[in-house]
C-alpha cells in the first residue's frame, strides 16, 4: 500500500509522534429560539342555520348568508359538513342523494380511517394527498399539538445542521439494504480511525487535517468520500428519526435502528409527508428534507391556506390556481378584455385565499392559531363571508351564450411505442422530456385563454391477461383526435375488465391485529371512493365522429400521484384528485346540467387464484351528471420517439415468464406477436 510505504519511509526521518484526533462533532442543542406570542381574540358564538360571519380588516359580524351575499360578500362554507360540488345532493326536486357524502365529511372529520372502518384512538388520516382535506377542527386540534411546549422543544433539539448538511436522497428499497448502507458507515468510520492513528506527523493534527492527509493518497480517497457521505447520510436519519419521534410517527415500539433508514423510518416520514400535502416518495431528499427544516408554525399555516383554497374555489366557482403561470414563466399567458387592454392570466383562487386571510386578520402563524382558538365553538357549522377580488370578464359568456364556453387539451407528450425491452429481456431506457399536461380553456371574444396546466398520464405497455390464461405485454393506447364530455361520474366504480390478472385485485390487509395480514379483494380500486381507479369523479371522452362511441378513456382522479408525476395508465388521463375535482366542480359552476344521481349496478364475482376462492359485488357505477351542451377535448398525438411509429396492438411476451411451448402468441418480438382476439371495450383506468 502507498501510504504504508510512505508511512516507513517517513519514520527514518522523523520520531514518531503520536497523532491527535478529535471525535466527530456531536451535534450540541440549540438554544432555544425566541417563539412568538399568540395574540388573543375575543371568542365567537356559534351561528345559527343560515348564518355567517362576516368578515372586514380582522373584525366580524353576524348576518344572514342570503343577506352577506346580497351585499356583495361571498360566502365560504368552513363548516365540518363541507363536501365540494360533485358530491352536493342537489335541491328541491333535483334532490338525488349523494351516498358517498357523508363518507367524505368522515373521513376528513378522522371519524373514519382510510379504509372506512373505525379509527383507532389517536389515529389520524392525512388523506389531504388523496383529495380529502381536513376540516378546520381536525386541522385546529392539530394546530394546538403543533404549539404544545413539550413538542416545539423537542423540534428544536432536532440536529438541524444534519439535515441542512444532506444533498440527494437516502432510499428506502428494503431491509438488507438499509442494513448493508448503515454496517458500511461504521466500517468505513472504523477503517478510517485506524487510518488516522497510522499517520505520523511531526505536530498533532486536527481529525479534519488527518482526514485531508489519509485521503491525499490517491488510492484511499474513494474510501475517504464514501466515509463521508455515509456519515452525513447517517447523522442526516438520526435527525429525520429525531423529527419523527416529535411527531409521535415512530414510538419506542417502532423497532426502528437509529441511522439505518428502515421500514419504520421510510414508513413514518410517508406519512409525514401526507401530513403536509408532499406528493413524495417517502424518500429522505427534494420538497420533503426542505420541509422538514422548516418550523412547525408555518407548516400549519401553509396547511390552513390548502384548507381554505379548496372551500374558497368551490364557494367562488374559480379553478384558476397559477398553473399555467408555473409552466410559462418566460412567456406567461394573457388575455385582452373588452377594451383591449392586456391582463395576465391571474391565479384567482391564490388572490381568494389571500383576500380571504386579510378579511379574517391573519397574516402570521400566530394569528391563525388565534383565529382558530376564538373560533372553536362555532367550527362545525362556521361560515365566513368577505369581499373577494372580482372575477376577470371572462367569466361572463359572450353575447348570445348563457354559459362559460370551456375547451379541453390533452398534449400526450412524448410517445414511444417500440418494447420496452431488448431481445434479451434486458430494460430499454425510454427517455421523456416532454410529459403529458391536460390544460383547460375558457373561449372568450375570439380568444382561447388558458385557465389551469396540470400533469396527467397517458397509456403505455401494461400487464394484460390473454384468453389462453397467460400475462402479456400489451400496449394501452390512448385515443388521440377530438372527443367530448358529456358525462361526469362522482364517486365512479371501476369495472375490472376480463384482461385484468387476477392477482392485480388482491391486497394484504390486516382485518384483525391478532390475526395478522391476510389476502383480500382489493375493492377499495373498484370504489366508490377516493381509492378508486377513477378517483372521486371522472369526465367520460366520446367520440362525437363515431356516433358517440365510448373507447373506455376517461379523464379522472386518483390517489397514485406517482404515476402522475413519471409513469403510466392503462390509457386514461390521470389527475390528482383533488385537481380532478375542482376541475368538475368549476364545470358544474358554469355549466349547465341534468343531475342523474346514483347509476345502480348489481355485478357480481367470483375468481380463483393459487387454489383459493375469492369474490366480490359492485351495487353501483356512480354518481352521473350529464351536461346540457358538451365539452370539447381534443387530444394530441404528441412526439412519437422511436422506431416504431403506430401503436402496436399484438400481445409481446413478458421477459423471463415461461410460456410453455405454446407460439401461438406473442412469440420472440411484437413483429411476430398476433392480434389480440377481438372483444368489446374494457373500462381501465
Not at 334532490?95 to 380511517?113: G, H, S, V
Not at 448502507?181 to 487510518?195: G, I, P, R, V
Not at 408555518?298 to 403561470?325: C, Q, T, W, Y
Not at 375535482?581 to 358554469?590: A, E, I, N, T
Request: charged share 25%; aromatic share 8%.
Amino acid at each position: 500500500m502507498v501510504l504504508a510505504f510512505g508511512l516507513l519511509a517517513a519514520a527514518g526521518c522523523h520520531r514518531r509522534k503520536p497523532t491527535t484526533t478529535t471525535a466527530p462533532p456531536v451535534a450540541q442543542a440549540p438554544t432555544k429560539p425566541a417563539r412568538a406570542a399568540i395574540p388573543a381574540r375575543k371568542p365567537v358564538e356559534t351561528l345559527a342555520e343560515g348564518e355567517t360571519y362576516v368578515y372586514e380588516n380582522g373584525t366580524g359580524r353576524r348576518e344572514k348568508i342570503e343577506a352577506a351575499r346580497a351585499a356583495g360578500y361571498l360566502d365560504v362554507d368552513l363548516s365540518d359538513g363541507w363536501a365540494p360540488t360533485i358530491l352536493q345532493d342537489g335541491e328541491g326536486a333535483d334532490a338525488k342523494p349523494n351516498a358517498y357524502r357523508e363518507i367524505f365529511a368522515k373521513l376528513a372529520n378522522d371519524e373514519l380511517d382510510a379504509d372506512g372502518d373505525s379509527p383507532r384512538p389517536g389515529e389520524h388520516n392525512y388523506l389531504e394527498v388523496f383529495g380529502i382535506p381536513p376540516t378546520l377542527s381536525v386541522l385546529a386540534a392539530r394546530v394546538e399539538a403543533a404549539v404544545a411546549p413539550a413538542y416545539e422543544d423537542c423540534v428544536d433539539a432536532v440536529d438541524r445542521q444534519g439535515l441542512e448538511q444532506w444533498t440527494g436522497d437516502v432510499i428506502y428499497l428494503d431491509r438488507d439494504r438499509a442494513r448493508r448502507e448503515f454496517d458500511q458507515a461504521q466500517q468505513d468510520a472504523t477503517w478510517l480511525d485506524k487510518s488516522i492513528a497510522a499517520v505520523v506527523s511531526p505536530i498533532p493534527l486536527a481529525r479534519d487535517k488527518a482526514v485531508e492527509q489519509v485521503r491525499a493518497d490517491p488510492k484511499l480517497r474513494g474510501r475517504v468520500d464514501r466515509y463521508t457521505r455515509g456519515q452525513a447520510r447517517v447523522r442526516a436519519v438520526r435527525a429525520l428519526q429525531a423529527r419523527m419521534l416529535c411527531e409521535g410517527l415512530l414510538t419506542a415500539r417502532s423497532r426502528y435502528t437509529p441511522g439505518t433508514y428502515d421500514l419504520p423510518s421510510h414508513e413514518a416520514l410517508a406519512t409525514w409527508e401526507r401530513k403536509h400535502d408532499i406528493f413524495g416518495w417517502g424518500f429522505l431528499g427534494g420538497e420533503t428534507l426542505g420541509m422538514l427544516q422548516r418550523p412547525p408554525r408555518p407548516l400549519e399555516l401553509e396547511a390552513f391556506k390548502r384548507l381554505l383554497a379548496e372551500r374558497v374555489a368551490d364557494a367562488a366557482g374559480i379553478v384558476e390556481d397559477g398553473s399555467i403561470n408555473t409552466l410559462r414563466r418566460k412567456n406567461p399567458p394573457t388575455w385582452r378584455d373588452a377594451d383591449d387592454v392586456v391582463h395576465p392570466v391571474p391565479d384567482l383562487i391564490g388572490d381568494h385565499v389571500n383576500a380571504l386571510l386579510g378579511a379574517i386578520g391573519v397574516a402570521t402563524p400566530e394569528d391563525m392559531i388565534a383565529f382558530l382558538r376564538a373560533h372553536k365553538p362555532a367550527m362545525p357549522g362556521l361560515h365566513v363571508a368577505f369581499k373577494a377580488p372580482p372575477l376577470p370578464a371572462y367569466y361572463a359568456p359572450d353575447e348570445g351564450k348563457t354559459q362559460m364556453d370551456l375547451s379541453v387539451q390533452i398534449d400526450r407528450g412524448d410517445i414511444w411505442y417500440d418494447v420496452p425491452f431488448d431481445a434479451r429481456g434486458k430494460p430499454i431506457v425510454q427517455r421523456r422530456d416532454h410529459y403529458p399536461h391536460l390544460t383547460l380553456f375558457v373561449n372568450w371574444h375570439g380568444q382561447k385563454i388558458p385557465l389551469v396546466k396540470w400533469r396527467t398520464t397517458i397509456g403505455s405497455w401494461r400487464s394484460e391477461m390473454h384468453a389462453d390464461g397467460h400475462v402479456y405485454m400489451k400496449y394501452k393506447n390512448s385515443d388521440i383526435g377530438p372527443r367530448v364530455w358529456r358525462q361526469i361520474v362522482a364517486t365512479p366504480v371501476w369495472i375490472p375488465p376480463d384482461g385484468t390478472p387476477a392477482k392485480d385485485l388482491l391486497k394484504t390487509k390486516v382485518l384483525d391485529r391478532k390475526v395478522g395480514p391476510v389476502t383480500v379483494v382489493n375493492t377499495d380500486v373498484m370504489g366508490p371512493g377516493y381509492q378508486s381507479a377513477y378517483g372521486l369523479v371522472m369526465g367520460i371522452h366520446i367520440d362525437p365522429k363515431r356516433g358517440g362511441f365510448d373507447n373506455q378513456i376517461r379523464t379522472h382522479g386518483s390517489v397514485d400521484y406517482t404515476s402522475i408525476a413519471r409513469r403510466f395508465s392503462h390509457g386514461c388521463h390521470r389527475l390528482v384528485n383533488n385537481r380532478a375535482v375542482r376541475m368538475f366542480d368549476f364545470v358544474l359552476h358554469h355549466r349547465r346540467f341534468r343531475r342523474i344521481g346514483d347509476v345502480p349496478l348489481n355485478l357480481k364475482k367470483r375468481f380463483e387464484v393459487e387454489g383459493e376462492t375469492y369474490r366480490y359485488a359492485l351495487t353501483t357505477r356512480g354518481y352521473y351528471y350529464e351536461l346540457g351542451e358538451p365539452i370539447p377535448i381534443d387530444v394530441l398525438e404528441g412526439r412519437v420517439m422511436g422506431e416504431v411509429k403506430k401503436p402496436i396492438t399484438a400481445y409481446v411476451r413478458k421477459p423471463g415468464v415461461d410460456y410453455s411451448d405454446d407460439l401461438g402468441v406473442g412469440d420472440a418480438a411484437a413483429s411476430t406477436a398476433i392480434t389480440a382476439p377481438a372483444r368489446g371495450p374494457e373500462p381501465g383506468p
